[in-house]
């Protein structure tokens, strides 16, 4: 009821209140102070601080809850996941299928459409359409793809190329060559590249169009204007014998994108996650895991200090039905067990950090991403 008196009314009621009325009027006061201050933060809008100059989007490939859940088991310290103050889950299923492939959810997560499994970067009619990398360049953004498989594999296709066929590599990677919205590149699959059946070479291209190509990361120097490393023929070597690579190059895109008045989009995948899944492989699952984890700390770091940054890490599905048993139903161990060696139909996991992060809590559509961040960044 205190709300509904008017100002001048108000000090005329504290003049003429006992000390036991005034007491109960300030407990009011503060009680209905906290829960204005609590719907505040439940509230889905944005306002100038929750709109993210930066947007880093993590994927990582085939991680469901149980593959976040099995690195904790292991982990002596916090994950990275215990960094971030909301999650939620997303649908994941396709325009096709109730089990979506890479290629479609990636599509629905990079372009805000349901397609059919299989397809990237197009609805499920065939029409090409934009995805946030590309919407975000053209809001002056730079941007940036760091991953450790192929670099025409469909998470990173689903960003950068239009094809029905996701596994069609020398058409995506041709597409992808001639990308004018894309800044920075790090990934492997140089083969479809420059051993093609066209006998092209792509990267001959890429150098035509203002991008430096190399072999390594040590080998960046940070003021190119575009810059490439495709670190090898295919994917790259599993976890840990490639070493550093998906942290080092995050820190480096971080570094080189960073440097825009206008901010950037970062899209990284933790892409062998999957890779381990299909082959029911726990010990290569937990190792992606932890390089995946050191990942997200270091971009978890960069948006600490610099605070316009919006952090998102999700999954396009879950992959091997990972579950995690006691083998002797007494509590008192657990085993990884897969039961299938293709994908699952779960949640995907939602972790958000930064201005503008409440957005992505709650049960969410994988569709539904794009149009949030496009929403609310600056
Ligand atoms: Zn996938």
């Not at 809001?139 to 192929?150: L, N, S, W, Y």
Request: charged share 25%; aromatic share 8%.
């Amino acid at each position: 009821m205190f709300f509904h008196v008017k100002i001048n009314k108000f000090d005329y009621l504290c003049e003429n209140l006992n000390d036991n009325e005034m007491k109960r009027l300030l407990s009011v006061l503060m009680v209905a102070s906290i829960l204005l201050s609590t719907s505040c933060k439940n509230t889905k809008t944005s306002s100038a601080d929750d709109s993210p100059k930066n947007v880093v989007l993590m994927i990582g490939d085939g991680m469901g809850v149980a593959q976040v859940y099995s690195l904790l088991l292991v982990s002596e310290n916090p994950t990275s996941f215990m960094r971030f103050p909301y999650s939620g889950y997303a649908i994941t299923r396709s325009f096709s299928n109730e089990i979506t492939d890479s290629a479609a959810a990636g599509t629905a997560i990079a372009t805000g459409h349901k397609t059919r499994n299989h397809m990237v970067g197009m609805t499920a009619d065939s029409v090409a359409v934009p995805s946030l990398l590309s919407l975000m360049s053209g809001r002056g953004k730079k941007t940036g793809v760091v991953v450790t498989c192929h670099a025409s594999q469909a998470t990173p296709a689903a960003f950068l190329a239009h094809n029905e066929d996701r596994k069609k590599h020398e058409e995506i990677a041709a597409e992808i060559a001639n990308n004018e919205d894309l800044d920075v590149l790090f990934a492997g699959g140089k083969r479809h590249f420059n051993e093609r059946k066209d006998n092209g070479d792509l990267l001959e291209v890429m150098r035509d169009s203002d991008w430096s190509v190399y072999d390594s990361l040590p080998q960046v120097k940070g003021d190119e204007r575009r810059v490439a490393v495709i670190a090898g023929r295919k994917n790259l070597p599993k976890a840990p014998v490639r070493g550093e690579f998906l942290p080092d190059a995050t820190r480096k895109a971080l570094e080189i994108l960073s440097t825009n008045d206008e901010g950037f989009f970062l899209m990284v995948e933790g892409s062998q996650i999957d890779e381990a899944c299909h082959a029911n492989d726990s010990a290569y699952l937990i190792e992606e895991m932890k390089d995946f984890d050191k990942t997200i700390n270091v971009v978890l770091d960069f948006a600490e200090k610099n605070p316009n940054t919006l952090v998102i890490v999700t999954a396009d599905h879950e992959t091997g039905g990972l579950t995690i048993i006691d083998p002797e139903g007494k509590y008192t161990k657990t085993e990884f067990k897969f039961s299938t060696r293709s994908h699952s139909p779960t949640f995907a996991p939602v972790f958000a950090f930064g201005p503008g992060a409440a957005n992505f809590s709650g049960i969410i559509d994988n569709s539904d991403i794009m149009g949030k961040i496009l929403e609310i960044v600056k």
